[in-house]
């Protein structure tokens, strides 16, 4: 493998969890009010909840995708040293800010942008360093 293949797997890890977060929590928002409602009347919010994870194909994707994210995890640290990956991933928290803005239309107030700023430019200083 080239040098390049653990940095751009690394990449795919931080895509891979952002669409995975967003596929959890459209499932989770895709569910329908009323029958949530009769789901909790009849075994409670526990059933409820446990009823619309395991009934959801958007849950299950994102699962799917956190999969294959676990086996890119794995070969990246085959490949690279953990001070540099984890720190590098943590894009993702940058990922999924964005993500929620454009896909899920959440608002997102200066303060967390400048947040998600910040770690953009941690995870910047620790590739540069690497």
Known sequence: MSG???PLVLGLTVILDVGGQILFKTGLDGSDETDTAQQEKAG??????VRRVLGSPQIAAGVGLYAVE???W????????????????TLSYVGVV??????????VPPRR???TLLIAAGAALVGVSA
């Open 98 to 107: 964005l993500a929620s803005r454009l896909f899920l239309g959440e608002a």
């Open 113 to 115: 942008w400048m947040s």
């Open 4 to 6: 390049l293949a653990a």
């Open 44 to 49: 409670g919010e526990k059933t409820g909840l």
């Open 70 to 72: 676990f086996v890119a």
């Open 74 to 89: 794995l070969f990246v640290l085959s490949h690279m040293d953990l001070s540099v990956a984890f720190p590098i991933a």
